[in-house]
């Protein structure tokens, strides 16, 4: 019951993909938003706190925590995170208030206009670096951002896998998003950013490896293991660890993991199709995914 008044009190508006985002992807820290170039007058941490209080001080047995208090990308609204916990575990959430301070929405801010994807899509063709598959011209763009160690993420390979098997106007390009909850994601990233400048094709394989070694794997062998997994997916293993040890690597990762920041990406695996987001890439039907490339298909011609 009072996981339910949680749920009730603060999943309200959110739309379907955002919602399904919040049940089955694995969670990062947010990150900044792009700074806008507009003022907001922001709540007070007492404020929040206080409103906090009214809404939960009922129950003892819920506790929560202010993560940010910061304009957001919507004019005239300030964006708060707060952490609620109980005994049932911790649930991110997110709510606007107005810059009146007498209301707040609960929800995502979604882009809106004739072409809401076309900001999103031309940022990632001017940031996105990462090893791709499909012709380089097709009239689809799909930028996955993902985490080697992420469970969500082996799931959702093979559906992205057929997608790319049946769809032959798309193209997919792979952006690292390590979590930093995740102890040996970033070790992993690296090594594939290694693998994918040195040979495409090794790099497919090594995803492939890596998700299905993902249980074998700790931080303490995660040298060891991956590799072995480079070497296996075709490319010299030694030198790909040397090149994952290099500061420079590390930095192209983190260019990466800014982009989707950016992006406002804040669980794996994270999808855009021309600019489109899609946060719960398994929990969609196929074929919504592949109707949504379909269209995006004749729509980028």
């Given at each position: 019951m009072r996981r339910s008044l949680l749920c009730c009190l603060f999943i309200v508006l959110v739309l379907s993909l955002a919602a399904a985002q919040q049940k089955s992807s694995a969670k990062s820290k947010d990150a900044p938003p792009p700074v806008p170039s507009f003022s907001t007058r922001l709540p007070s941490e007492e404020t929040v706190n206080a409103f906090m209080r009214q809404m939960f001080?009922?129950?003892?047995?819920?506790?929560?925590?202010?993560?940010?208090?910061?304009?957001?990308?919507?004019?005239?609204?300030?964006?708060?995170?707060?952490?609620?916990?109980?005994?049932?575990?911790?649930?991110?959430?997110?709510?606007?208030?107005?810059?009146?301070?007498?209301?707040?929405?609960?929800?995502?801010?979604?882009?809106?206009?004739?072409?809401?994807?076309?900001?999103?899509?031309?940022?990632?063709?001017?940031?996105?670096?990462?090893?791709?598959?499909?012709?380089?011209?097709?009239?689809?763009?799909?930028?996955?951002f993902s985490d080697l160690q992420c469970p969500h993420c082996k799931e959702a390979q093979p559906t992205i896998d057929k997608l790319m098997a049946e769809e032959k106007n798309a193209r997919l390009v792979f952006q690292n998003f390590p979590l930093s909850s995740h102890d040996w994601a970033a070790k992993a990233a690296y090594y594939g950013d290694c693998i994918g400048r040195s040979s495409p094709d090794a790099f497919w394989k090594y995803v492939e490896s890596v998700?299905?070694?993902?249980?074998?794997?700790?931080?303490?062998?995660?040298?060891?293991?991956?590799?072995?997994?480079?070497?296996?997916?075709?490319?010299?293993?030694?030198?790909?660890?040397?090149?994952?040890?290099?500061?420079?690597t590390a930095g192209r990762v983190q260019r990466s993991v800014a982009l989707g920041a950016a992006l406002e990406v804040t669980g794996t695996p994270t999808l855009f199709i021309n600019g489109r987001k899609i946060s719960n890439v398994a929990g969609l039907p196929y074929e919504v995914l592949k109707g949504l490339t379909e269209f995006a298909a004749k729509e980028g011609k």
């Amino acid at each position: 019951m009072r996981r339910s008044l949680l749920c009730c009190l603060f999943i309200v508006l959110v739309l379907s993909l955002a919602a399904a985002q919040q049940k089955s992807s694995a969670k990062s820290k947010d990150a900044p938003p792009p700074v806008p170039s507009f003022s907001t007058r922001l709540p007070s941490e007492e404020t929040v706190n206080a409103f906090m209080r009214q809404m939960f001080g009922y129950d003892p047995a819920v506790s929560w925590k202010i993560a940010a208090i910061r304009p957001s990308q919507a004019e005239g609204l300030s964006e708060v995170l707060v952490v609620l916990s109980n005994a049932q575990g911790k649930q991110n959430n997110r709510l606007y208030v107005t810059e009146d301070g007498q209301h707040a929405v609960v929800g995502d801010i979604i882009p809106f206009g004739a072409h809401p994807f076309a900001a999103a899509q031309e940022a990632l063709g001017k940031g996105m670096d990462g090893p791709s598959r499909g012709p380089a011209d097709a009239p689809v763009t799909l930028v996955e951002f993902s985490d080697l160690q992420c469970p969500h993420c082996k799931e959702a390979q093979p559906t992205i896998d057929k997608l790319m098997a049946e769809e032959k106007n798309a193209r997919l390009v792979f952006q690292n998003f390590p979590l930093s909850s995740h102890d040996w994601a970033a070790k992993a990233a690296y090594y594939g950013d290694c693998i994918g400048r040195s040979s495409p094709d090794a790099f497919w394989k090594y995803v492939e490896s890596v998700y299905a070694a993902q249980s074998d794997i700790t931080a303490a062998t995660a040298d060891e293991k991956l590799t072995a997994i480079a070497e296996q997916a075709g490319v010299k293993g030694a030198d790909t660890a040397a090149c994952a040890a290099k500061p420079e690597t590390a930095g192209r990762v983190q260019r990466s993991v800014a982009l989707g920041a950016a992006l406002e990406v804040t669980g794996t695996p994270t999808l855009f199709i021309n600019g489109r987001k899609i946060s719960n890439v398994a929990g969609l039907p196929y074929e919504v995914l592949k109707g949504l490339t379909e269209f995006a298909a004749k729509e980028g011609k």
